[in-house]
């Protein structure tokens, strides 16, 4: 069995309500990702690979000979949908390209532009690398990947397999081509089998996405997806538990059941290397 993760990454200091510190202040998701390397995605598991996807990043340049890929997207540049910002519709884009475990999207940063970022970095891995299943995490969670494989296992290696822990979204707002209401495998982290990815990859353009009820529109990322897989292709949620918390001092040796770990919004590496300590690690 052939696992690739890839993490939502970036360099932004997230500012929104949920992600702020108990003193109100700012974070940046840099020394999450860097947590993240030095914790979970430091244990080697045998068949599995991980990956980073990133948009626009200060210092790294797309390469000049970059092939243009057909697109029709919605981006918020300049710090998001809010503060009366214009959205920028585009028509054509710059393939993804990878440095070592880094895949590269030409999209802005920001939560509203990451069902494309994330779009971009399963082309690249359909393209370039040879796995059955995909675990998609966001940066604000911790998976195990020897239980996550653990796991996996008891399906073996099959198509349309969709997995996370479920949510429910109030599709209400959308016309009557969706439904009212979506169940969703959470953007913290979910499985698929290649041949779904793929199908995504290749239907890019004609997928018609889950936007939000509010007057920016903007796209929800997992929600979308599940909307792809389960909605247009039929194919049902596996679900699986994951243990929530936002401070260290909710974390005990109950971790060690739990393949997944999320942070509740809380950017804080604390938590990442908190958990890999009650797993029995050292940091």
């Known amino acids: 069995m052939k696992i690739v993760t890839m993490t939502l990454a970036n360099d932004e200091v997230c500012i929104c309500g949920r992600c702020r510190g108990g003193d109100g202040g700012a974070r940046s998701y840099g020394p999450m990702i860097e947590a993240i390397r030095n914790t979970w995605a430091a244990q080697e598991v045998d068949g599995v690979k991980n990956y980073y996807i990133y948009g626009h990043r200060e210092g790294v340049d797309f390469p000049e000979d970059s092939e243009m890929i057909e697109a029709d997207e919605r981006y918020w540049p300049n710090g998001g949908a809010g503060d009366g910002a214009e959205p920028v519709d585009v028509d054509k884009k710059r393939k993804v390209f990878a440095i070592g475990d880094c895949i590269y999207s030409d999209t802005p940063e920001g939560r509203e532009n990451l069902y494309?970022?994330?779009?971009?970095?399963?082309?690249?891995?359909?393209?370039?690398?040879?796995?059955?299943?995909?675990?998609?995490?966001?940066?604000?969670?911790?998976?195990?990947?020897?239980?996550?494989?653990?796991?996996?296992?008891?399906?073996?290696?099959?198509?349309?397999?969709?997995?996370?822990?479920?949510?429910?979204?109030?599709?209400?707002?959308?016309?009557?081509?969706?439904?009212?209401s979506i169940k969703f495998a959470s953007g913290s982290g979910f499985i698929a089998s290649r041949n779904l990815i793929a199908d995504l990859v290749k239907n890019r353009l004609n997928i018609e996405p889950v936007t939000s009820p509010y007057a920016s529109k903007t796209i929800s990322d997992d929600v979308t997806i599940a909307k792809h897989f389960s909605y247009d292709l039929g194919v049902p949620i596996t679900s699986f538990a994951k243990y929530e918390f936002a401070s260290v001092n909710q974390i005990t040796s109950r971790v060690k059941e739990f393949m997944h770990c999320y942070f509740v919004h809380k950017i804080d590496p604390e938590l990442m290397y908190a958990v890999h300590r009650a797993k029995g690690f050292r940091c």
């Open 116 to 180: 494309y970022k994330t779009v971009d970095g399963f082309q690249w891995l359909v393209e370039n690398e040879d796995f059955d299943y995909l675990i998609r995490p966001s940066a604000g969670s911790y998976i195990d990947l020897r239980l996550y494989k653990k796991w996996l296992e008891q399906y073996g290696v099959r198509d349309d397999f969709y997995a996370g822990s479920t949510g429910v979204y109030n599709n209400s707002h959308s016309a009557a081509s969706q439904p009212s």
